[in-house]
């Protein structure tokens, strides 16, 4: 009987651990979430003639954002397991998509750096493939 104790004992410790470390875990997790970035990053042109627009095109196309972001940019599901939901943003200047709100500084700070318009990081958005587009490229 005494050994049904001592498992009883164990248990209680072991699940008082794990309360405090999922307690940790959270609070870390939502501090993260939370964490605003500065936004001035770089000053990159952006530019408008055609060669940049068909290298821009290429550079979407071959970067994998539409694996994501939806065939036509207009965003997608990415993960459907509650609870976790993660929706790739529509890319697109149509309704409900950020192109049509997004200033040039949005554009880069949320490609090369992964942070939002509001200055939180964008969590999923995998930018660290991306940071090392250069000026041209990013810029395109
Ligand atoms: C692995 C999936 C994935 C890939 C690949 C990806 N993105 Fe994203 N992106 C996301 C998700 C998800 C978000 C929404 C914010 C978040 O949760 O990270 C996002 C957010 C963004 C945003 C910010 C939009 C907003 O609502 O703030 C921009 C801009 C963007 N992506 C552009 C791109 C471009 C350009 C590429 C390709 C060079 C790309 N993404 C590739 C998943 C992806």
Known sequence: MKIF?????LLGIVVVLLSILA?????KG??????H??????????????LSIVL???????????KCHGA???????????PFLVNASNLTSGKGGVG???SDGDWLRA????????GRGLIVMPSEAYYYFSDVEVGA
């Open 72 to 82: 036509n940019f207009s965003g997608a599901m990415v993960a459907d397991a509650p």
């Open 56 to 66: 821009g095109k290429y550079l979407a196309e071959s970067h994998g954002c539409q």
């Open 37 to 50: 970035y500065p936004s001035d990053f770089d000053d990159v042109v952006i530019p408008t003639d055609s």
């Open 111 to 118: 490609i090369r750096h992964g942070v939002g318009q509001d």
């Open 5 to 9: 104790k001592w498992i009883l004992g």
């Open 30 to 35: 939502e501090t993260k979430i939370a964490n």
């Open 100 to 102: 049509s709100v997004f």
């Open 23 to 27: 307690f940790v875990a959270k609070s």
